[in-house]
């Protein structure tokens, strides 16, 4: 089993920075796609961004596009989120999840292809 914790929330003003971090207990982390999901309250998950095994593939919605960008440091088993000129709509809760497919070249953009989740982290921009 695969355990993934998430880091790095609070509460920001608009136009702030945030990091997120997600580091997972499996030493097969750098062979799996990982992803950043977000849920307001009252409202699905949705996709934010994805990065292959190696990060070398990085897709992101087009809401956040520009403004973050999603790493990863394989030797530390830790995927980043680096968020940038954060708007109020971006406030949810923030979680990590893992794709066990070994070295996949897709990269998936919808929660039911993760295999592993985080407890996630709440990320509150103020207006």
């Known amino acids: 089993q695969v355990q993934l914790v998430e880091s790095g929330g609070g509460l920001v003003q608009a136009g702030g920075s945030l990091r997120l971090s997600c580091t997972a207990s499996a030493v097969t982390f750098s062979t799996y796609a990982m992803g950043w999901f977000r849920q307001a309250p009252g409202k699905e998950r949705e996709f934010v961004a994805a990065c292959s095994w190696n990060g070398g593939s990085k897709y992101y919605t087009d809401s956040v596009k520009g403004r973050f960008t999603i790493s990863r440091d394989n030797g530390k088993n830790t995927l980043y989120l680096q968020m940038n000129s954060l708007k109020p709509e971006d406030t949810a809760v923030y979680y990590c999840?893992?794709?066990?497919?070994?070295?996949?070249?897709?990269?998936?953009?919808?929660?039911?292809?993760?295999?592993?989740w985080g407890r996630g982290t709440q990320v509150t921009v103020s207006s």
């Open positions: 999840a893992a794709d066990r497919a070994y070295l996949a070249t897709n990269v998936p953009n919808v929660p039911y292809e993760y295999d592993y």
